[in-house]
DNA sequence: GCTGGGATCGCCT
DNA sequence: GGCGATCCCAGCG
């Protein structure tokens, strides 16, 4: 199939993103992150994922509605997009009804297409480095802050079904483990990945299931 | 108004 | 495997 017919396939839509959170964050692996942008388009695989929850000391809604999460409380199915560290970016999906504070965290992509575009933006041509970690992915989909708050649901964001671009539609096993890089809420089993992918960031910590 | 911590990365050894 | 960069924002006063 060509590129522009792939692209013709339906976005996930909305009631993907209504599902229960640890839910969206499952069936997001094997879906494909497209980002047509004016310097070209990307779209990378989803490989690698975490879920933040209500009452989870972890999620950045936790305390209460800022400036900075209210994105998250914000309707189900757009990207909240945040700084770390002061230098870096991450990407999440938006999950519960409005008024309730969930996302879930893209951790890792395995490129798919734009790999040049990708390389461009993120200064290196090492295929496994472009997109393996939030913040390096968020950099090699050309995804910045000013994208905070917007639907995932049209162009120019947005995930195609899994069984796009070939992926492995079928089945592949998924490894559950708990969440990399937080302090609080370690104990809890909220992150998903692609079991044997090359592009994940931390494989095989923790881990405390294998489906 | 100030202070400290954070869902990271890249470079160094 | 360890560490420095670097900045927004929440929390406190």
Redesign the pocket.
Known sequence: MTLDLQLSMSPLPLQFYQQDTLSVARNLLGTCLVHESAEGTTIGRITET?A?LWGDP????Y??K????GV?FGPPGHA?V???????H?V?VVTAPEGVGE?V?IRSLQPLEGTLLMQRR?G?DKLT?LC??????V?AMGISKAMNGISLLESPLFVLPAGAFGSPVPVFPMVTTT??????GTDLPYRFYIRDNRYV?FPVKNISGVK
């Open positions: 975490e933040y972890a999620c950045h809604a305390r209460r800022t400036n900075r999460n998250m909240y945040y700084q770390i560290y002061g230098l870096h991450c999440n996302a965290l993120r290196t480095d393996r970690g939030p913040g390096r992915l950099q969440r990399i890089g937080i302090t609080q960031s």
